[in-house]
Each structure stands twice: as C-alpha cells, then as structure tokens.
C-alpha cells in the first residue's frame, strides 16, 4: 500500500479562482482528460489546505494496489460486471450494470438525459470509483492498473473540451507530450485542423486565448480530435457535442470522427441518430440501467423507449 492517502470530494464548485487554482496543478500532475472531467462537470476537488499541499498525490491516491498488473498495449475489451455508481450516498446514478463490449466495437449509448451514459463511460479511464462490482480493460480490474498506464490506453473527446491560454501548439501537444513536431502537424491534419490553424495569424503558435476563447466551437473540437489522433489510443470515449456547429466544420468533424474511430473499441454518446445506426453495438440507458442492447435494427423494432428516442429525433429537435 502507498502511504498516502488524499481525501477527494466532488462538490459544486463555488469560487472560480479557486477552481483555477486546482486545475493548474492538475495540468501539471496528471492527464488533460482528468482536467476535462473536472471542468466538465463544474467541479474541484476537495479544497482542503492539505489538497493544495499533497495536490502532486492525486494520481497516487487511486494506487491501490503494491504491485499494478501490466496492461502493455490492451486490445480494447472492456466489460462491466454488476456496476453500481452514486455521486452522493443513496442516489444511484449507475444500478448493477454489466455489459461486455469487445475490442473493435463501436457501442453507442442512447438513453433519456440523466440516465447515466456519461458516467457510465466516465468509469472507464477511472474518473471515479464504483461503488459496486468492477470495471475490467482486457480482463484487469481497472483499480488493478497504474492510472496512467490506464489512460494512456484511452482518449477522451469531451462535449466541452479543454483548452489553456497557450498556443495550438502546446494545446495539441497535450495529446501526447513527446510527440514531435511533424508528428503533431500531422494529428492537426488528419482532425481536419490543419488548414483553419495555417490560416491564423501566428499559425501553430496563435496563442487561444482563455479557454480557447478565441477559437469556434467547431475549432476547438478539431483541436480534441487532433489530441486524439496524436494519442492514438486503442479505447475512443466520445461524448459528441450537442451544439449546433457551422456546417463546414460539422462535416470535417464527422470525417475526422470516422478515421479517428477504425481500429479502436469506441464508446460514443450520440446524440445524431445517424451515428448510431452504425454503431455495432447500441446500449440503451434509462435511469443507471442499461434496459436493452442491440442493433438499429433490432432495438428499433423491439425496444419502444429507442423507438420512442429515434423517432423524436427524426422529428427535429
Ligand atoms: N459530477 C456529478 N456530481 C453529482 N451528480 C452528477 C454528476 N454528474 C452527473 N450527475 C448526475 O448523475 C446522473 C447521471 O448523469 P449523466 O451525466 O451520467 O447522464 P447522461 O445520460 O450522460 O445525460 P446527458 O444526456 O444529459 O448528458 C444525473 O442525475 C446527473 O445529474
Ligand atoms: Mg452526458
């Protein structure tokens, strides 16, 4: 057992200035996917002065375990095995949910909003603990893992992503640290990014601005995609953004999105139908279960909620 133990508490954040301040230190100590979770979800971690002092620990917290197993390289299969979750005691986000998912399966989850898809696949690069039951990556209980063994293994486009007040560069950067110059030009290429970055004043070394301020909606999720490609991950966790996007980039992002995707065992939260149809396997959540699986075709003609779920969406929402 490590020694040192830092007490971690998820709670709606109320100073923004101290929000910063943990976010900081989260850059430097740990993956940018746990800084997006942290913003994502508009909270900061427990504001203890010894947080602050033992910020360096937050990895460490999660090493349960003397000796972590070896992942390598995992294929991608990932299994949930009688998986309950809750963010606050007695209100169950997640109830005794197990699925398999084989490596190279695109799965889609569907479900009413709430219903626990975001967790669910937030479980995955161990964002948070079950409470119940284990996670499995390629067999190995992910609380068995080094965590950074673990999440080197994932990329995370998030619905919001993250960026810093620095250049695209070191932004794109993030995807992998020692990745190289061609290397990350290359990423920006293959996220259909390359060519808007060109374009701007200082190309790759245009400074974002706060929060990637000065870049569109659409911008900055290339800039994740690129991340992505540049992190080349055998497990894809997408958790598509709803907002509208300018056309040229929604269609660049959905062309990056199918690249990005061969290969990979991909968790996508889709909110256009059109990328669920493909998927090869659909989960569909409702209140932390998972209350049906399948295809497009099957659930559509078995399963009246994604019925009920595709057909409000072909209406136009
Ligand atoms: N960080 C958090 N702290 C406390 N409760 C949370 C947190 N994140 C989500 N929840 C709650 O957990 C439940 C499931 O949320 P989750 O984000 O997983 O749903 P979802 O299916 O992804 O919904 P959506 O389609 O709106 O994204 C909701 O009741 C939500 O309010
Ligand atoms: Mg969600």
């Known amino acids: 057992m490590i020694g040192v133990q830092v007490r971690v508490e998820i709670v709606p954040s109320r100073s923004r200035d101290l929000g910063a301040l943990v976010l900081v230190r989260e850059v430097v100590v740990t993956h940018v996917q746990q800084v997006a979770q942290v913003v994502r979800d508009r909270c900061v971690v427990h504001t203890g002065h010894e947080r602050l002092v033992q910020g360096r620990c937050v990895d460490r917290r999660h090493e349960t375990r003397a000796q972590p197993e070896d992942l390598g390289r995992p294929r991608g299969d990932l299994a949930f ?54 996670v499995t990556v390629d067999g190995h209980d992910v609380r068995a893992l080094r965590l950074a063994d673990l999440r080197r293994n994932i990329a995370v486009v998030s619905q919001e992503p993250v960026l ?10 993030l995807g992998r640290p020692d990745a190289t110059r061609a290397e990350v030009e290359q990423a920006a290429r293959d996220a259909f990014a390359h060519d808007f970055i060109q374009g701007l004043p200082q190309g790759y070394e245009t400074m974002v601005g706060e929060r990637g301020a000065l870049l569109s909606g659409g911008q900055k999720q290339r800039i994740a995609l690129a991340r992505a490609f540049l992190r080349n991950a055998p497990i894809l966790i997408l958790d598509e953004a709803t907002s509208a996007l300018d056309s040229d980039s929604e269609a660049a992002i959905q062309a990056a999105l199918k690249k990005l995707m061969v290969g990979k065992t991909v968790l996508i939260i889709a909110h256009r139908f059109s990328t669920i149809r493909d998927a090869s396997l659909i989960l569909v959540f409702d209140q932390g279960r998972i209350v049906a699986s399948g295809t497009h075709a099957q659930l559509y003609a078995g399963n009246p909620l994604y019925r009920s779920l595709y057909d409000r969406q072909q209406g136009g929402s």
């Open 81 to 134: 095995e009688q998986v309950s979750f809750a963010y606050q005691p007695n209100e169950p986000v997640l109830r005794e949910v197990s699925t398999r998912i084989p490596a190279g399966t695109v799965c889609a989850l569907v479900g009413p909003s709430g219903a626990g898809k975001s967790t669910f696949a937030n479980l995955v690069p161990r964002f948070y603990e079950v409470v119940e039951g284990r």
């Open 164 to 173: 810093f007040n620095d250049t695209i560069f070191n932004n794109l950067q």
